[in-house]
């Protein structure tokens, strides 16, 4: 169970850099974008093939994130020099890119179990700083010492990427040309009489979105030890179901806020699911009917709670209304 | 400043929905001239707007700002020389940005988008001023969402952020129209006194004639795609409502009188 558990964690805080991809072009530029079933896979198979063939993890990692960047220019092009439908433009290049996945990658799925990948050299080194036995230590002392987690490497390391990757993005989306990609989701009209390139603003935001979605993918395809043509499936959802719940529980009012948020709501999906698994006429085909139904229950979460607020306060106004009625008969 | 020559703007070519926007307009504005626009519905105003602004290429005939064809050149590149703002209070800013972040996109007009911060406390404290002029009490809500400003709060943001880093060509289009009189005589009040003080080149487009009179060096109206009256200087000073109405009366009567002419 705790392990399980922990195992959703380290996958959560990965996903977590797809969502933020996710978040980019479904929050900021107003963007439907489904490149990412594509582009997930595009980074796996990129590192996948790399690793492979002997790269090292690091560079056959960054290369994901640039093949990621590329797939983005593209549904950013077809979408604003060839004026297709957003939704259409993603679903045109996720398709091209199930087949050109299927070319990088030779075969449809790659193990990695027995190479050398970024997460084992990660903990490779860890294991020599004894930093496991400290954490350990603690967690027996707390009485949790029945079952301890093979390496916190991997949990940490992907915390500090995510986070990095996190406020990056707040700090870029701070800038001259963030600014204009936010404004470009938000009022595009009003931009471009600012003298922005709107559609520049566009592929620029789609390529970065699919740069983290693709080395999410990377490292997904080295946490769980292989590359397979299949794993991008429902992966948009996964990425919206992260940014809702985010957004329900934690808040959007800010950039930062609305950033961290995503990397909660991508913790507690998976947190969920994992849980729900686990129950016992639930099975792993049930996952997709499960994030269905996380997704539904975060969509109506505001609605209820902000209609229950909403009456609240109309109530507690119409009693002042009517003790201040009441009072000024009483003062006659 | 301003130089429009024989442009023709033709939408729906060779449909039974054919419409001639624009014909053979000509139309000069000189430096810090302020232009009022007046004329029908559908008359071709916001068309000639936005062919000024490069939202819309003529068909024929050519535009030059300062002296520079910009024909050619595609809106978000000529955007660098014109200020605009729109009918609808919504369309001239982000609502889920910050009335500081409206600012540095409006600052960012003139020059190429960096990586820099775009509220740096420098820019900060040059909103804040310029805020300030509009005695709305906005410059102490700078870190609000824009959404949440009323129509004509957002009208007058919208106007400053046009304005403020001044532009060779200023467009207002009917910038007025949506908001309740108080407001709009606030809005347009504002509007005078900053063309005034940055002696902008401005075209603005109004349906209510005394805003036309009152405000601006010379009036023009348009009807069917062309401009029927032009008054500038001496002429522009004399003219009240009464005197407008009568003229345009005329106009369209000769043209009547023309039309049945040529059909007979
Ligand atoms: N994009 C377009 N496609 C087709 N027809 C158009 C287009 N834009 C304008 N028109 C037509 O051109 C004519 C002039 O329109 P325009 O919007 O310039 O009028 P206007 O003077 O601004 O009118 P209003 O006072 O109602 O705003 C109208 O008949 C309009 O239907
Ligand atoms: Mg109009």
Redesign the interface.
């Given at each position: 169970m705790f392990t399980a558990v922990f195992n959703s964690f380290e996958s959560g805080m990965i996903y977590a850099i797809m969502a933020l991809g996710v978040y980019l072009t479904f929050r900021i530029l107003d963007f439907p974008d489904l490149t990412v079933e594509g582009s997930f896979v595009t980074g796996a198979s990129v590192a996948a093939i790399m690793i492979v063939n002997g790269y090292s993890p690091i560079i056959a990692t960054l290369a994901a994130l640039g093949a990621g960047f590329l797939a983005g220019i593209l549904t950013g092009l077809l979408h604003t020099k060839g004026k297709v439908n957003p939704l259409l433009s993603g679903i045109l290049v996720m398709i091209a890119l199930y087949s050109i996945n299927l070319r990088i990658m030779g075969t449809s799925n790659i193990p990695l179990l027995s190479q050398k990948t970024l997460l084992t050299n990660i903990q490779d080194a860890w294991a020599k700083t004894g930093i496991d036995d400290v954490l350990n230590g603690l967690l027996t002392a707390i009485g949790l010492g029945d079952s301890l987690p093979k390496t916190w490497s991997i949990l940490l390391m992907m915390l500090v990427i995510t986070v990095l990757i996190q406020v990056g993005m707040s700090v870029?989306l701070?800038?001259?040309?963030?600014?204009?990609i936010?404004?470009t989701g938000?009022?595009e009209?009003?931009?471009?009489?600012?003298?922005?390139?709107?559609g520049n603003m566009k592929v620029l935001g789609l390529a970065i979105s699919n740069a983290l979605v693709a080395f999410s993918g990377a490292l997904i395809a080295q946490y769980n030890g292989f590359s397979d043509i299949g794993m991008g499936i429902g992966m948009i959802v996964i990425g919206l179901a992260s940014v809702i719940i985010g957004e329900a529980i934690f808040g959007a009012k800010t950039i930062v806020r609305a950033t961290l948020a995503v990397i909660g709501g991508s913790l507690i999906y998976h947190f969920v699911v994992t849980l729900a698994l686990r129950v016992d006429f639930l099975q792993t085909g049930d996952v997709k009917l499960i994030t269905a139904l996380i997704v539904i229950g975060a969509l109506l979460l505001p609605l209820i709670t902000e209609g229950r607020k909403v009456k609240a306060r109309k109530k507690k106004r119409l009693m002042e209304l009517q003790f201040d009625h009441k009072s000024l008969e009483e003062g006659k | 400043m301003l130089h429009l020559n024989g442009i023709y703007k033709v939408f729906n070519e060779g449909t039974p929905d054919e419409k001639l926007a624009l014909q053979n307009l000509q139309l000069q504005l000189k430096k810090g001239e302020f232009v009022t626009v007046i004329g029908s519905n559908g008359a071709g105003k916001s068309t000639l707007m936005n062919m000024v602004?490069g939202k819309i290429l003529p068909d024929a005939g050519e535009v030059l700002i300062d002296g520079q064809k910009v024909s050619g050149v595609e809106?978000?590149?000529?955007?660098?020389l014109?200020g605009?703002v729109?009918q609808d209070p919504?369309?001239?800013?982000?609502?889920?940005?910050t009335i500081e972040?409206?600012m540095?996109?409006?600052y960012?007009?003139?020059n190429r988008?960096?990586?820099?911060?775009?509220?740096t406390n420098k820019r900060k404290a040059f909103f804040k001023e310029s805020l300030e002029t509009l005695h709305l009490g906005l410059e102490n809500r700078m870190t609000a969402k824009v959404g949440l400003l009323s129509g004509g709060e957002r009208q007058a943001l919208s106007l400053l952020?046009?304005t403020f880093t001044n532009p060779k060509i200023l467009l207002l289009d009917e910038h007025t129209a949506a908001l309740d009189p108080s407001r709009a005589e606030l809005v347009t009040q504002l509007t005078k006194e900053i063309v005034e003080q940055s002696k902008l080149t401005t075209l603005m487009v109004t349906h209510n004639m005394q805003q036309a009179i009152d405000l601006g060096d010379s009036l023009i109206m348009m009807d069917k795609g062309q401009i029927i009256f032009e008054a500038r200087g001496e002429e522009k000073r004399a003219l009240t409502v009464e005197k407008l109405l009568n003229e345009f009366q005329r106009i369209k009567g000769e043209k009547m009188n023309n039309d049945r002419a040529v059909l007979a």
């Amino acid at each position: 169970m705790f392990t399980a558990v922990f195992n959703s964690f380290e996958s959560g805080m990965i996903y977590a850099i797809m969502a933020l991809g996710v978040y980019l072009t479904f929050r900021i530029l107003d963007f439907p974008d489904l490149t990412v079933e594509g582009s997930f896979v595009t980074g796996a198979s990129v590192a996948a093939i790399m690793i492979v063939n002997g790269y090292s993890p690091i560079i056959a990692t960054l290369a994901a994130l640039g093949a990621g960047f590329l797939a983005g220019i593209l549904t950013g092009l077809l979408h604003t020099k060839g004026k297709v439908n957003p939704l259409l433009s993603g679903i045109l290049v996720m398709i091209a890119l199930y087949s050109i996945n299927l070319r990088i990658m030779g075969t449809s799925n790659i193990p990695l179990l027995s190479q050398k990948t970024l997460l084992t050299n990660i903990q490779d080194a860890w294991a020599k700083t004894g930093i496991d036995d400290v954490l350990n230590g603690l967690l027996t002392a707390i009485g949790l010492g029945d079952s301890l987690p093979k390496t916190w490497s991997i949990l940490l390391m992907m915390l500090v990427i995510t986070v990095l990757i996190q406020v990056g993005m707040s700090v870029f989306l701070k800038t001259e040309i963030g600014l204009a990609i936010r404004a470009t989701g938000d009022n595009e009209a009003m931009v471009k009489s600012f003298s922005a390139h709107t559609g520049n603003m566009k592929v620029l935001g789609l390529a970065i979105s699919n740069a983290l979605v693709a080395f999410s993918g990377a490292l997904i395809a080295q946490y769980n030890g292989f590359s397979d043509i299949g794993m991008g499936i429902g992966m948009i959802v996964i990425g919206l179901a992260s940014v809702i719940i985010g957004e329900a529980i934690f808040g959007a009012k800010t950039i930062v806020r609305a950033t961290l948020a995503v990397i909660g709501g991508s913790l507690i999906y998976h947190f969920v699911v994992t849980l729900a698994l686990r129950v016992d006429f639930l099975q792993t085909g049930d996952v997709k009917l499960i994030t269905a139904l996380i997704v539904i229950g975060a969509l109506l979460l505001p609605l209820i709670t902000e209609g229950r607020k909403v009456k609240a306060r109309k109530k507690k106004r119409l009693m002042e209304l009517q003790f201040d009625h009441k009072s000024l008969e009483e003062g006659k | 400043m301003l130089h429009l020559n024989g442009i023709y703007k033709v939408f729906n070519e060779g449909t039974p929905d054919e419409k001639l926007a624009l014909q053979n307009l000509q139309l000069q504005l000189k430096k810090g001239e302020f232009v009022t626009v007046i004329g029908s519905n559908g008359a071709g105003k916001s068309t000639l707007m936005n062919m000024v602004s490069g939202k819309i290429l003529p068909d024929a005939g050519e535009v030059l700002i300062d002296g520079q064809k910009v024909s050619g050149v595609e809106e978000h590149q000529r955007a660098k020389l014109i200020g605009r703002v729109f009918q609808d209070p919504m369309a001239g800013t982000a609502p889920h940005m910050t009335i500081e972040e409206n600012m540095a996109i409006a600052y960012g007009r003139t020059n190429r988008r960096g990586l820099r911060f775009g509220v740096t406390n420098k820019r900060k404290a040059f909103f804040k001023e310029s805020l300030e002029t509009l005695h709305l009490g906005l410059e102490n809500r700078m870190t609000a969402k824009v959404g949440l400003l009323s129509g004509g709060e957002r009208q007058a943001l919208s106007l400053l952020m046009a304005t403020f880093t001044n532009p060779k060509i200023l467009l207002l289009d009917e910038h007025t129209a949506a908001l309740d009189p108080s407001r709009a005589e606030l809005v347009t009040q504002l509007t005078k006194e900053i063309v005034e003080q940055s002696k902008l080149t401005t075209l603005m487009v109004t349906h209510n004639m005394q805003q036309a009179i009152d405000l601006g060096d010379s009036l023009i109206m348009m009807d069917k795609g062309q401009i029927i009256f032009e008054a500038r200087g001496e002429e522009k000073r004399a003219l009240t409502v009464e005197k407008l109405l009568n003229e345009f009366q005329r106009i369209k009567g000769e043209k009547m009188n023309n039309d049945r002419a040529v059909l007979a």
